[in-house]
Protein backbone atom coordinates (compact mmCIF):
# COMPACT_ATOMS: atom_id res chain seq x y z
CA UNK A 1 0.00 0.00 0.00
CA UNK A 2 1.26 3.42 -0.42
CA UNK A 3 2.54 5.75 1.90
CA UNK A 4 3.27 8.97 0.65
CA UNK A 5 6.73 8.41 -0.98
CA UNK A 6 7.19 4.61 0.25
CA UNK A 7 5.47 1.52 0.24
CA UNK A 8 4.55 -0.29 3.13
CA UNK A 9 3.99 -4.49 2.56
CA UNK A 10 2.60 -6.35 5.27
CA UNK A 11 4.27 -9.90 4.77
CA UNK A 12 3.68 -13.48 6.28
CA UNK A 13 6.93 -14.78 7.85
CA UNK A 14 8.19 -16.61 5.05
CA UNK A 15 7.45 -13.76 2.63
CA UNK A 16 9.35 -11.44 5.42
CA UNK A 17 12.31 -14.06 4.98
CA UNK A 18 12.42 -13.52 1.41
CA UNK A 19 12.46 -10.39 1.51
CA UNK A 20 15.27 -9.84 3.98
CA UNK A 21 17.50 -12.51 1.95
CA UNK A 22 17.11 -10.89 -0.99
CA UNK A 23 17.83 -7.54 0.70
CA UNK A 24 14.97 -5.49 0.03
CA UNK A 25 13.20 -3.07 2.20
CA UNK A 26 13.39 -1.91 5.54
CA UNK A 27 11.63 -4.30 8.08
CA UNK A 28 9.47 -2.70 10.75
CA UNK A 29 9.33 -3.65 14.39
CA UNK A 30 5.73 -4.43 15.33
CA UNK A 31 3.77 -6.52 18.38
CA UNK A 32 2.45 -9.03 15.78
CA UNK A 33 4.92 -12.16 15.52
CA UNK A 34 2.76 -14.19 13.03
CA UNK A 35 3.37 -10.89 9.89
CA UNK A 36 5.89 -8.05 9.24
CA UNK A 37 5.63 -4.90 7.79
CA UNK A 38 8.44 -3.73 4.90
CA UNK A 39 9.49 0.23 4.08
CA UNK A 40 10.00 0.06 0.61
CA UNK A 41 11.68 3.17 -1.22
CA UNK A 42 10.02 3.66 -4.73
CA UNK A 43 12.76 2.53 -6.80
CA UNK A 44 12.55 -1.00 -4.44
CA UNK A 45 8.85 -0.81 -5.02
CA UNK A 46 8.74 0.03 -8.80
CA UNK A 47 11.60 -2.25 -9.78
CA UNK A 48 9.82 -5.67 -7.71
CA UNK A 49 6.26 -4.26 -9.96
CA UNK A 50 8.00 -3.61 -13.35
CA UNK A 51 11.05 -5.84 -13.30
CA UNK A 52 10.57 -8.79 -11.29
CA UNK A 53 6.60 -8.61 -11.33
CA UNK A 54 6.14 -9.83 -7.76
CA UNK A 55 4.14 -7.01 -6.45
CA UNK A 56 1.43 -5.10 -6.23
CA UNK A 57 0.94 -1.69 -5.39
CA UNK A 58 -2.81 -0.20 -3.94
CA UNK A 59 -3.93 3.44 -2.70
CA UNK A 60 -6.20 1.45 -0.86
CA UNK A 61 -6.89 -2.21 -0.19
CA UNK A 62 -9.58 -2.86 -3.00
CA UNK A 63 -8.09 -1.05 -6.46
CA UNK A 64 -4.41 -2.14 -7.59
CA UNK A 65 -2.57 0.36 -9.55
CA UNK A 66 -1.34 -0.26 -12.78
CA UNK A 67 2.52 0.23 -13.83
CA UNK A 68 2.01 3.29 -15.54
CA UNK A 69 -0.01 4.95 -12.44
CA UNK A 70 2.67 3.34 -9.90
CA UNK A 71 5.56 5.63 -12.77
CA UNK A 72 3.21 8.68 -12.41
CA UNK A 73 3.09 8.97 -8.71
CA UNK A 74 6.48 8.43 -8.16
CA UNK A 75 7.34 11.17 -11.02
CA UNK A 76 4.69 13.43 -8.95
CA UNK A 77 6.85 13.26 -6.04
CA UNK A 78 10.18 12.97 -7.64
CA UNK A 79 11.16 14.62 -11.30
CA UNK A 80 14.21 12.79 -11.20
CA UNK A 81 12.62 9.16 -10.52
CA UNK A 82 13.12 7.82 -14.10
CA UNK A 83 16.65 8.36 -13.53
CA UNK A 84 17.25 7.24 -10.24
CA UNK A 85 14.96 3.88 -10.93
CA UNK A 86 17.17 3.59 -14.02
CA UNK A 87 20.28 3.59 -12.04
CA UNK A 88 19.00 1.37 -9.20
CA UNK A 89 18.03 -1.15 -12.63
CA UNK A 90 21.43 -1.33 -13.33
CA UNK A 91 23.27 -1.69 -10.57
CA UNK A 92 20.41 -4.69 -9.51
CA UNK A 93 21.26 -6.02 -13.02
CA UNK A 94 24.94 -6.59 -12.30
CA UNK A 95 24.05 -8.47 -9.30
CA UNK A 96 24.88 -5.49 -6.52
CA UNK A 97 22.64 -5.27 -3.78
CA UNK A 98 21.62 -1.70 -3.49
CA UNK A 99 21.07 0.08 -0.43
CA UNK A 100 19.95 4.07 0.24
CA UNK A 101 23.10 5.67 1.13
CA UNK A 102 21.65 8.56 2.57
CA UNK A 103 24.03 7.83 6.08
CA UNK A 104 26.84 8.89 3.97
CA UNK A 105 25.41 12.17 1.81
CA UNK A 106 24.58 9.47 -1.55
CA UNK A 107 22.14 8.03 -3.19
CA UNK A 108 22.93 4.53 -2.65
CA UNK A 109 25.47 1.91 -1.53
CA UNK A 110 26.05 -1.19 -3.39
CA UNK A 111 27.37 -4.33 -1.73
CA UNK A 112 28.54 -7.40 -3.14
CA UNK A 113 27.21 -9.85 -0.72
CA UNK A 114 24.00 -9.50 1.67
CA UNK A 115 24.50 -6.18 4.11
CA UNK A 116 24.62 -9.09 7.13
CA UNK A 117 27.43 -10.82 5.51
CA UNK A 118 30.24 -7.78 4.11
CA UNK A 119 30.60 -3.95 3.74
CA UNK A 120 29.48 -1.76 0.91
CA UNK A 121 32.03 -1.35 -1.26
CA UNK A 122 30.51 1.88 -3.12
CA UNK A 123 28.77 4.86 -2.55
CA UNK A 124 26.92 5.68 -5.60
CA UNK A 125 25.96 9.44 -7.03
CA UNK A 126 23.44 9.32 -9.48
CA UNK A 127 23.80 12.06 -12.22
CA UNK A 128 21.88 13.30 -14.69
CA UNK A 129 22.61 15.21 -17.61
CA UNK A 130 19.20 16.50 -18.03
CA UNK A 131 18.75 20.22 -16.65
CA UNK A 132 16.30 21.76 -13.90
CA UNK A 133 14.68 19.36 -11.56
CA UNK A 134 15.76 16.22 -13.39
CA UNK A 135 19.72 16.99 -12.50
CA UNK A 136 20.75 16.07 -9.14
CA UNK A 137 23.36 19.27 -9.16
CA UNK A 138 25.64 17.72 -7.32
CA UNK A 139 29.45 17.35 -8.20
CA UNK A 140 29.46 20.54 -10.28
CA UNK A 141 32.10 22.30 -8.30
CA UNK A 142 35.23 21.16 -6.91
CA UNK A 143 34.54 21.54 -3.59
CA UNK A 144 31.55 18.84 -3.53
CA UNK A 145 33.46 16.78 -5.41
CA UNK A 146 36.50 17.03 -2.62
CA UNK A 147 34.17 16.62 0.16
CA UNK A 148 32.27 13.59 -1.18
CA UNK A 149 35.62 11.67 -1.80
CA UNK A 150 36.81 12.87 1.79
CA UNK A 151 33.45 11.01 3.32
CA UNK A 152 33.77 8.33 1.06
CA UNK A 153 37.39 7.63 1.86
CA UNK A 154 37.13 7.83 5.84
CA UNK A 155 34.07 5.23 5.45
CA UNK A 156 36.64 2.77 3.22
CA UNK A 157 34.04 3.19 0.38
CA UNK A 158 34.92 3.95 -3.43
CA UNK A 159 33.10 6.43 -4.92
CA UNK A 160 30.72 5.25 -8.32
CA UNK A 161 29.53 7.76 -10.34
CA UNK A 162 26.61 6.72 -12.86
CA UNK A 163 25.45 8.86 -15.23
CA UNK A 164 22.08 8.50 -17.00
CA UNK A 165 22.01 10.57 -20.34
CA UNK A 166 18.65 10.54 -21.88
CA UNK A 167 17.99 10.88 -25.75
CA UNK A 168 15.35 13.39 -25.98
CA UNK A 169 12.78 10.57 -24.69
CA UNK A 170 9.25 10.88 -23.34
CA UNK A 171 9.88 11.02 -19.51
CA UNK A 172 6.51 10.69 -18.64
CA UNK A 173 6.73 6.81 -20.72
CA UNK A 174 7.95 3.77 -19.54
CA UNK A 175 9.35 3.66 -23.20
CA UNK A 176 11.94 6.04 -21.91
CA UNK A 177 13.90 3.01 -19.71
CA UNK A 178 14.87 1.56 -23.12
CA UNK A 179 16.40 4.69 -24.59
CA UNK A 180 18.60 5.76 -21.62
CA UNK A 181 22.16 5.08 -21.35
CA UNK A 182 24.20 4.30 -18.32
CA UNK A 183 27.49 5.34 -18.02
CA UNK A 184 29.31 4.51 -14.59
CA UNK A 185 32.50 4.66 -13.34
CA UNK A 186 34.66 5.49 -10.46
CA UNK A 187 36.70 8.21 -9.17
CA UNK A 188 39.16 7.78 -6.13
CA UNK A 189 41.50 10.93 -4.59
CA UNK A 190 44.91 10.80 -5.89
CA UNK A 191 47.39 10.86 -2.39
CA UNK A 192 50.60 12.60 -3.03
CA UNK A 193 52.28 10.61 -0.62
CA UNK A 194 51.77 7.40 -2.98
CA UNK A 195 53.92 9.35 -5.68
CA UNK A 196 57.09 8.43 -4.13
CA UNK A 197 60.29 9.27 -5.22
CA UNK A 198 61.91 7.95 -8.09
CA UNK A 199 58.63 6.80 -9.74
CA UNK A 200 57.16 8.57 -12.82
CA UNK A 201 53.71 10.06 -12.76
CA UNK A 202 52.54 7.75 -14.74
CA UNK A 203 53.84 4.73 -13.07
CA UNK A 204 51.79 6.38 -9.88
CA UNK A 205 48.37 6.65 -11.93
CA UNK A 206 48.69 2.92 -13.53
CA UNK A 207 49.14 4.52 -16.91
CA UNK A 208 51.22 2.09 -19.26
Known sequence: MLSGCDVLLEAELELGDLLSKASFGRAIV??????????????????????????????????????????????????????????????????????????????????????ALVH?????????????????????????????????GSVAKTLLVVTVRRCESDRGSLNCLEEFIVEAQTITRWVPERCREGRGMEEALGVD
Open 30 to 115: TSNKDKQWFQLGPEEAFYLCHALKCLKVSRDKETCMSEMELWDHFRSNREAFPEFYKAYFYLRSKNWVVRTGIQYGVDYVAYRHHP
Open 120 to 152: SEYAVLVVSDGDGNTSSGRLRVWSDLHCTLRVC
